[in-house]
């Protein structure tokens, strides 16, 4: 195992990049701490399969190094960088059995068969194919053909990094479900590192210690799920993890005061920025009011999603969402909506700004 630096990293396709647009992954700099899980999630083409394969080694950085416990390995092929990476479609070998396919890797590394059949045995017990360990891959599933591709990607205990790279697209839903409980099983039992890319914020908070969320080519934040649901660090965030995700509104900003169209608010701290003022508010701390203080609003819809219902609002012409208990009541007459002052986040440009004075590290102090 071993604690993963990328240092002053960037990524460009293209042979003379020119401006920052051209570049798929935008510098970075961060340490991915031994030991811990990760999960890499954001929208399909923000650049995550990028940055994983410059971590394996099947892409060499265009800037930067990637460094192993302090070793350089950036021009280290990926068979000396002892990392195992499971890809979103199966790598199998057809004319081999389950059980050979299982083996491979270990074999590969000359292991004595007694300790490669323990081993295969209990992988295979974990992807549910113990009864079938004998059958060749060829004709099986894709389905079951990637818990194969998992399998041979957990059966070595000396990695230094388990990487997975949307490995659970062609599973089955129930399946799904089974095989990240096993990921996460097998990460309590040895303590790797590891790196699981998803687009699906659910998997990602399930699994993750830590989640780093990418957007358009760059690292917005990494936290725990907690840190990113209460302090979106990016208004990327505040809108792609949670559900529904955070209203935004456009501000100008005085101090411990706001001002969203006619309505002043307390921030309940200080706060200096520049550029395009947000106040952020997620669904969960939304008051619906009828009368007092508050913005303006009225209800277009609700609807009920069992745990609780989703109350859409149009507030000066913009949607709004707010999310009300099972057992709470959504007056007829509601015509104010209130933003919790726990539950207010205020960004410049779509980064978030710590209040003045504070030791918030999840922001930006102007
Ligand atoms: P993700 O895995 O998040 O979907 P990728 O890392 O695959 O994103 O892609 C990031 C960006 O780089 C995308 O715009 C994609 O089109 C581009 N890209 C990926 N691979 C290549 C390649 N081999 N050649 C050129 N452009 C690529
Ligand atoms: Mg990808």
Same mark, same amino acid.
């Given at each position: 195992m071993a604690k993963i630096t990328l240092e002053n990293l960037a990524h460009s396709y293209m042979a003379n990049p020119k401006g920052p647009d051209d570049y798929a992954l935008k510098e970075l700099h961060h340490d991915w701490t031994d030991g811990e899980a990760y999960a890499l999630l954001g $929208? *399909? @083409?923000?650049g995550k399969s990028t940055l994983l394969n410059i971590i394996s080694g099947l892409l060499r950085p265009s800037h930067g190094r990637v460094l192993f416990d302090g070793r350089d390995v950036t021009d280290a092929p990926t068979a000396e960088r002892n990392i195992a990476q499971v890809f979103q479609f199966p790598v199998v070998? =057809?004319?081999?059995?389950v059980r050979e396919n299982l083996a491979f890797p270990l074999k590969n590394r000359g292991l004595p068969p007694d300790e490669i059949a323990r081993r295969v045995q209990k992988v295979g017990a974990m992807i549910d194919m113990e009864d079938q360990l004998n059958r060749k891959a060829r004709g099986l599933t894709a389905d079951a053909k990637q818990k194969i591709s998992l399998g041979r990607g957990m059966v #070595?205990? !000396?990695?230094?990094a388990l990487l997975f790279d949307e490995p659970l697209t062609v599973i089955d839903p129930h399946m799904k479900w089974e095989l990240r409980t096993q990921l996460k099983k097998l990460h309590d039992d040895f303590g790797h590192t590891m790196i699981y890319v998803t687009h699906d914020q659910t998997e990602a908070l399930t699994f993750a210690d830590k989640v780093v969320v990418m957007h358009d080519g760059r690292v917005v934040q990494i936290g725990t799920p907690r840190e990113l649901f209460e #302090?979106? $660090?990016?208004t990327f965030v505040g809108y792609f993890i949670g559900s529904p995700g955070m209203n935004l509104f456009d501000a100008t900003l005085d101090g411990r005061m706001a001002r969203i169209g006619e309505t002043a608010i307390d921030l309940g701290a200080a706060y200096s920025g520049e550029g395009r003022i947000q106040i952020g508010v997620r669904p969960e701390f939304i008051q619906l009011r009828s009368g007092g203080e508050g913005l303006p609003a009225t209800i277009t819809r609700i609807e009920d999603v069992g745990r609780h219902r989703i109350v859409r609002l149009d507030v000066m012409g913009h949607e709004v969402s707010a999310i009300a208990g099972e057992g709470d009541p959504i007056p007829a007459d509601v015509d104010r909506i209130g933003l919790a002052p726990e539950g207010i986040n205020v960004y410049a440009d779509d980064w978030r700004l710590a209040p003045? @004075? *504070? =030791? !918030?590290?999840?922001g930006r102090v102007a």
């Open positions: $929208a *399909s @083409g923000c070998y =057809d004319t081999m059995t #070595r205990e !000396d990695v230094n #302090r979106p $660090a990016h003045i @004075g *504070s =030791d !918030d590290t999840q």
